[in-house]
């Protein structure tokens, strides 16, 4: 069974600054897709980022983008200028021929102005 | 917005009652699987419905079942409700079949608080 392990229960970062959170998974499958879902204080679970697997590019969206390292099975997201909105919590998420998502269990972010 | 719609968005109820959650998947899309999210549990998958079909299951008690209609809206029914069935219940969607490797869209959850 696959797992998503994310270290850091809590993070601060300042508003404008750069913030890295972390997540490993484990599994045997070669072929799968990572997700960062953020869920705000409104409770709702909002896509952030995907990566597939098989694509050694690392995906960004605007001020978001991962660091996928396959072989070490890492999957972190840096938030580049972070903006109050940022604040939420953020999961890690592993996709693979399961049907289902596997959640880590959360990393709680908050931006300082 | 993802366009996923949930309803009730709030439910409280008494140990031992019955509720109905209800999901609208987004548009086009025949997937739909349910979440439950608790504090000690942390989000856990329940069931996943493709096009009708029961397709996969996770952690979903005896006391739980859910069902997608033809008009591919869907269901969740939690009987016998216990205390630490309290939680928030998504419904996602995604387009096909593929669960984990396709992107699935959450809806706003329903949040089930049993008395």
């Known amino acids: 069974a696959q797992t998503v392990t994310q270290s850091q229960p809590e993070m601060s970062v300042q508003e404008a600054e750069t913030v890295t959170l972390s997540c490993t998974y484990d599994t045997s499958e070669s072929d799968y897709y990572l997700f960062w879902y953020k869920q705000p204080p409104s409770r709702q679970m909002i896509l952030v980022i995907r990566?597939?697997?098989?694509?050694?590019q690392n995906a960004t969206e605007n001020r978001f983008s991962v660091n996928f390292q396959k072989a070490a099975k890492s999957f972190s997201l840096k938030i580049s200028d972070s903006q109050l909105g940022d604040a939420a919590m953020y999961f890690c998420a592993f996709g693979g021929s399961n049907y289902k998502l596997t959640f880590g269990k959360g990393t709680l972010l908050t931006v300082n102005p | 917005d993802s366009g996923v719609t949930q309803t009730p968005k709030h439910l409280i109820t008494a140990t031992g009652q019955r509720v109905t959650l209800r999901c609208s998947p987004r548009?086009?899309?025949?997937?739909v699987y349910w979440y439950q999210q608790s504090l000690d549990q942390g989000l856990q998958f329940l069931i996943q419905y493709y096009n009708g079909e029961e397709r996969a299951k996770g952690n979903i008690l005896e006391r739980f079942s859910a069902q997608q209609f033809p008009d591919l809206h869907s269901e969740l029914n939690l009987s016998s409700l216990e205390l630490g069935d309290s939680a928030l219940y998504f419904c996602a969607s995604s387009p096909s079949g593929q669960g984990g490797q396709e992107t699935q869209y959450f809806g706003p959850g329903t949040r089930l608080l049993v008395l």
């Open positions: 548009s086009g899309d025949l997937s």
């Open positions: 990566q597939e697997a098989y694509k050694q």
